[in-house]
């Protein structure tokens, strides 16, 4: 059974830097990739970026590239998403995902597991 646990989230002021993690146990061994997703209210789930199962790869949506960076340690089997220059646009539950599907990771319909979100509030 595989279980995703995010943590990290909170409120902070505009221009501002969080970090979140995502703790995966299981049978990690099966992912091509993890992700990250937002969602705002009454917004659909977004693409946030997404890292390889090496590590060696990553993607990043337009509107946070530049300012959010995914990383993993794999013998943590943890993967991080560091969010800096804060906009309250930022503002959203983020979640975690895995994919064990070697296709667009950008897209949520082909991820096979989903953490329970954290809360994100950037304030103005």
């Known amino acids: 059974q595989v279980q995703l646990v995010e943590s990290g989230g909170g409120l902070v002021q505009a221009g501002g830097s969080l970090r979140l993690s995502c703790a995966a146990s299981g049978r990690t061994g099966s992912f091509y990739a993890m992700g990250w997703f937002r969602q705002a209210p009454g917004k659909e789930r977004e693409f946030v970026g997404a890292?390889?199962?090496?590590?060696?790869?990553?993607y990043y949506a337009e509107s946070v590239k530049g300012r959010f960076t995914i990383s993993r340690d794999n013998a943590k089997n943890t993967v991080y998403l560091q969010m800096n220059s804060l906009k309250p646009a930022d503002t959203a539950v983020y979640y975690c995902?895995?994919?064990?599907?070697?296709?667009?990771?950008?897209?949520?319909?082909?991820?096979?597991?989903w953490g329970q979100g954290t809360q994100v509030t950037v304030s103005s």
């Open positions: 995902a895995a994919t064990t599907r070697s296709a667009r990771v950008d897209s949520r319909y082909l991820y096979d597991y």
């Open positions: 890292i390889s199962r090496s590590g060696g790869s990553t």
